[in-house]
């Protein structure tokens, strides 16, 4: 398989779900769930993937997959955490290609399709592409090697995203 | 927006790059990163997306979003840490609705347009869809609540996976 060949064909996805919340304008909203602890939402999934939510309530924290509807694609871009530009790959910015997001939730809660959680970063309507259960011993790593982020991770709990990004 | 009305709009991604792997079957290989931490592999970005990898450089683990492409879609898995069956989004089966992998690997240099890391549990030519940095502060959470991982996350590193998920 030669990169250009793949690269003209696209891989289809669809919502197996979407989220629900009390954000519709990404201007003011957490930039991510460490940093909105307390933020509830909820996933509810489309009735056709129901079957595969079973045991799920086992996990504390579940990996949200989703599509960032409402961002724009760029390659560079000056993160809400930061003053000056970094390569989009570089950054957990939302304006990215294929504008996928990843956000870490705590369950709390199954409602038959609805999965009631807490930790939400993102806008209602989000189209939930897939759901992964958080399991530390996959998940953790440790490292101090973390970029530009290192001189402004301990304001990340109180920023929030602007209009920068849509 | 209806959630009906959602999911018969495709979303369409495409690939930023492929892996590259000495792993061309999936039987025998790492099911998972923190199982395959001394496996090199490395991403191939195509060159139209370089301006995105500018500053990855400072980070020493990145999250690899994947397309799955040689496995199949199902909503109950019998996973490989497992001999029951749970639903898919209770697990990190491959296969499952939109295929989507989440791989952790450790950049160990970077070379132009090619990221060679540690970790592989990847095939080659998986397409990759999205590299994002990986920020404990961001995705680290404490947890025991692992559902039925909790029986069986020992013998994960000795686990490889067979055919059940192609």
């Known amino acids: 398989m030669s990169a250009a060949g793949s690269t003209a064909q696209a891989i289809a996805c669809r919502p197996i779900g979407h989220v629900r919340s009390r954000f519709t304008d990404p201007v003011g909203m957490p930039i991510q769930t460490a940093g909105a602890a307390d933020e509830a939402g909820s996933v509810e999934l489309l009735p056709e993937f129901e079957a595969g939510l079973r045991d799920i309530e086992g996990f504390d924290y579940l990996i949200l997959i989703t599509h960032l509807h409402q961002a724009v694609e760029k390659l560079e871009v000056v993160p809400f955490m930061d003053d000056s530009s970094?390569?989009?790959?570089?950054?957990?910015?939302?304006?990215?290609?294929?504008?996928?997001?990843?956000?870490?939730?705590?369950?709390?809660?199954?409602?038959?399709?609805?999965?009631h959680?807490?930790?939400?970063?993102?806008l209602d309507g989000t189209p939930v592409l897939d759901i992964k259960p958080y399991v530390p011993r996959l998940d953790v790593r440790q490292t101090e090697r973390i970029g530009w982020f290192g001189k402004r991770i301990d304001q990340m709990p109180d920023i929030r995203a602007d209009a920068r990004m849509a």
Do not use: K, Q
Not at 117 to 122: A, K, Q, W
């Open 86 to 115: 970094h390569g989009v790959f570089a950054t957990r910015a939302p304006a990215r290609p294929n504008r996928l997001g990843l956000s870490i939730v705590r369950l709390v809660r199954r409602e038959g399709l609805l999965l």
């Open 117 to 122: 959680f807490l930790g939400n970063d993102m």
